[in-house]
T-cell receptor, first 114, second 111 residues
């Protein structure tokens, strides 16, 4: 079984300040983990992925995430928020045990204030 | 590659009518997913195909919903009869290895 918990449904930051979106997962197998971003009225776009290589993963638009097995976490960070980062972010786990079954977290809506 | 292609992008229909949503996955991908997204329930997995075979349809709400994948390049999600509570954005996604690629979605409104 696998599950994902995004600890904050809403996060608000000021432009130019750091972003932290938290994600915890559970998985019976060595998981692959992803962050997707969804801008208003758009589809979901892959931001970054962890697939058992380096634990610090860099993605698009300056985002990065660190896989911490001991904490079962995969938090998403960015040093400096931009107005265009305002969107909904989803943490996703794939346990790689059978097929490509993905489990989504509930999403975190990021708001960026000028 | 053009990515995952969904049609139509928008659909407005009257309650009781049949609705068919279409999806063309990325060529070479062997897994296909249908998701539904609403404000109230977020993103829900409806059904998952692997090599054209339905693997998990436990998320399909009820018998009014059906999905098919007759070949590796096409899938449909049908709702018959449609109801206002089916109004949502329906996403199709395809995958080859670990990550999935999403289409732009079909916004369905049932009036």
């Amino acid at each position: 079984a696998q599950s994902v918990t995004q600890l904050d449904s809403h996060v608000s930051v000021s432009e130019g300040t750091p972003v932290l979106l938290r994600c915890n997962y559970s998985s019976s197998y060595s998981p692959s983990l992803f962050w997707y971003v969804q801008h208003p009225n758009k589809g979901l776009q892959l931001l970054l992925k962890y697939t058992s290589a380096a634990t610090l993963v860099k993605g698009i638009n300056g985002f990065e995430a660190e896989f911490k097995k001991s904490e079962t976490s995969f938090h998403l960070t960015k040093p400096s928020a931009h107005m265009s980062d305002a969107a909904e972010y989803f943490c996703v786990v794939n346990s790689n045990n059978a097929g490509n079954m993905l489990t989504f977290g509930g999403g975190t809506r990021l708001m960026v204030k000028p | 590659d053009a990515g995952v292609i969904q049609s139509p992008r928008h659909e407005v229909t009257e309650m009781g009518q049949e609705v068919t949503l279409r999806c063309k996955p990325i060529s070479g991908h062997n897994s296909l997913f249908w998701y539904r997204q609403t404000m109230m329930r977020g993103l829900e997995l409806l059904i998952y195909f692997n090599n054209n075979v339905p693997i998990d349809d436990s998320g399909m709400p009820e018998d009014r919903f059906s999905a098919k994948m007759p070949n590796a390049s096409f899938s449909t999600l049908k709702i018959q009869p449609s109801e206002p509570r089916d109004s949502a954005v329906y996403f199709c996604a395809s995958s080859y290895s670990t990550e999935a690629f999403f289409g732009q979605g079909t916004r369905l409104t049932v009036v």
